[in-house]
Every structure is written in C-alpha cells, then in structure tokens.
C-alpha cells in the first residue's frame, strides 16, 4: 500500500501559477509504478490531468492542459509535482493525486476507475 499527500493548491488569478505536490509514503514501489493527477469539479466525473510512469518514460497528459501544465517527480523525495501556468478559471477544481500498481499507457492513464489509491485532495481556484 502506499498513503498520498497533496499540498500546494490556493487561490490565484487568471495567468498566474500554482505547483501542486504529492508526497508518497508506504511501499511505492509495488503500488505506485503509474502515478497521476486528477481533477473534479461538483456535479462532474473527475477527469485526468496527467500522469507518469514513474520508473521512467512516458508522461501523458490531457488536451486540455498540454503546454501549460508540466508533470515531474524527485524520487529521492518520494514526490510528485504538477507545475500549473497560465491557469484559466476552468482549471478550478480540487486536484487529487492518484497511484496505481501497473503502468500507465496512453489508452487508460486516466481511467479513474484502474487506480487503487488516492490523495485527499487540494483545492484550486482561478478567478
């Protein structure tokens, strides 16, 4: 098993920055080899953001964020980042960060349902 933390969401303005993080603990290694960011606002699915294979390769992320969101991790600090730029307000959500035991690919990386453990999740919003 493996127990999420997220930090760093806030208030910003429209254009401004924010970088989100997910901090691991538990054993990573089994249970976290696809990890990834999702968002949800009331009264919607939550939706993928991006996400990692965090043994190295491939990042994925939505269209939606392409180019302006930056996904990375320091493995040394068990940790996950979303840098966020150039927010708009239908970034506004609460992020969670999520983790699952097998890889991700390009045809389920957001698939909420495929993982087993999640974040708590922090707020973001853009005005």
């Given at each position: 098993?493996?127990?999420?933390?997220?930090?760093?969401?806030?208030?910003?303005?429209?254009?401004?920055?924010?970088?989100?993080?997910?901090?691991?603990?538990?054993?990573?290694?089994?249970?976290?080899?696809?990890?990834?960011?999702?968002?949800?606002?009331?009264?919607?699915?939550?939706?993928?953001?991006?996400?990692?294979?965090?043994?190295?390769?491939?990042?994925?992320?939505?269209?939606?964020?392409?180019?302006?969101f930056t996904l990375s991790q320091d493995r040394s600090k068990k940790t996950l980042y979303l840098q966020m730029n150039s927010l708009n307000p239908e970034d506004t959500a609460m992020y969670y960060c999520a983790a699952r035991s097998f890889g991700c690919y390009s045809g389920s990386w957001s698939a909420m349902f495929e993982y087993s453990y999640w974040g708590q999740g922090t707020q973001v919003t853009v005005s």
């Open positions: 098993h493996v127990q999420l933390v997220e930090s760093g969401g806030g208030s910003v303005q429209a254009g401004g920055s924010l970088r989100l993080s997910c901090t691991t603990s538990g054993n990573r290694r089994r249970s976290s080899n696809c990890m990834g960011w999702f968002r949800q606002t009331p009264g919607k699915q939550r939706e993928g953001v991006a996400a990692i294979n965090t043994g190295g390769g491939d990042i994925y992320y939505a269209d939606s964020v392409k180019g302006r």
